[in-house]
């Protein structure tokens, strides 16, 4: 596949120009998806060596590596990934690169998947709304290149990019594409697919038990004291196994969450102070300060421009506060 990046198609909003980053923390961003569709062919293509900025999406992502080799991680489980593998990453899950090869270029396509465009696909026989759901709570991301699942996925994001502009019936095609593409990786990470086996996939046990008890109980107080009894480890080895795999502290990481679920509920139309409360923030104005914080603009904004996108969304049900 050959593609060149196209500089409009993804672009970066560095979260640490809102405010100053908590001493030791890694830069972060958020890739944005802007515009009024439901999904978005990404290629990118670069020399830069070395760790990339941790990030997550308000949507879902298919990668394709098609040229050079990562230690591709999400959520703490990090793979050696090299041309052909196929990487799943479903919203709200924070991930990064780490590119290993000086002198030759990285080079990788994304697709990007509004829960938008699943919505509108037609579910009698696949439940496309609750597959990425699947990858989520299996916690599989990556499937090998040399599979049939892998093999089929770099395929049809090939014949994605290839469609030419004056192909007739070309929207059709393409939303036909995106949807085997989503169907291929997602069945692909379900029992008896092509998810790499436990051993290809490095993992902390300790971080992964933090992890999980932390998605698992989002909603609820999350102590750093809680998490370290639960690990059964002290609180600062906890702190530097954590940051070590995820590049953050755990209450970054419970905080970038937190907020990353509660942008979901305000795009679905949930009023801020309740977003807030299942989001497991104690006090609105807390989730208030650290929303703008680290988005730039308030629960309100954020909410009314979101709806402003998708004009058959919900109304606002309440002022902001």
């Not at 060149?4 to 908590?22: I, M």
């Not at 089929?152 to 059709?172: D, I, K, N, S």
């Not at 679920?261 to 305000?266: D, E, I, N, S, V």
């Amino acid at each position: 596949m050959e593609a060149k990046y196209s500089p409009q198609w993804e672009k970066v909003r560095t979260l640490a120009d809102k405010a100053p980053r908590e001493a030791g923390s890694e830069p972060r961003y958020e890739q944005v998806f802007d515009g009024p569709g439901t999904w978005k062919l990404c290629p990118f293509c670069g020399r830069e060596i070395g760790r990339y900025p941790l990030h997550l999406h308000s949507f879902h992502e298919i990668l394709l590596i098609q040229e050079g080799q990562a230690d591709y991680m999400v959520e703490g489980r990090i793979f050696r990934a090299a041309p052909g593998d196929v990487a799943v990453v479903p919203a709200g899950h924070l991930h990064r690169p780490t590119v290993l090869q000086p002198r030759r270029d990285y080079r990788r396509t994304a697709l990007w998947v509004r829960d938008a465009f699943l919505a509108e696909l037609p579910g009698r026989q696949v439940p496309w709304g609750r597959l990425f759901e699947e990858v989520a709570a299996r916690q599989h991301f990556f499937i090998g290149g040399d599979t049939f699942y892998g093999r089929a996925v770099g395929a049809m994001m090939g014949q994605l990019a290839a469609l030419p502009p004056e192909f007739r019936g070309r929207e059709a095609a393409c939303r036909a594409l995106v949807a085997q593409i989503v169907l291929y990786a997602c069945n692909a990470l379900q029992p008896g697919g092509a998810a790499l086996p436990a051993g290809s996939v490095a993992r902390d046990p300790i971080v992964s038990a933090a992890l999980q008890i932390i998605n698992s109980h989002l909603a609820e107080p999350l102590t750093l004291d809680r998490l370290a009894a639960s690990c059964y480890v002290s609180k600062f080895h906890l702190v530097r196994l954590f940051r070590a795999y995820t590049g953050l502290t755990p209450h970054q990481y419970i905080l970038s969450k937190r907020l990353q679920q509660a942008r979901r509920l305000l795009a679905q139309g949930v009023p801020a102070t309740r977003a807030a409360i299942q989001c497991g923030f104690e006090h609105y104005s807390g989730f208030y300060d650290a929303f703008k914080k680290h988005t730039g603009c308030t629960p309100g904004q954020f909410a009314a421009r979101r709806q402003a996108e998708s004009p058959e969304g919900p109304a606002a049900e309440e002022q902001e506060q």
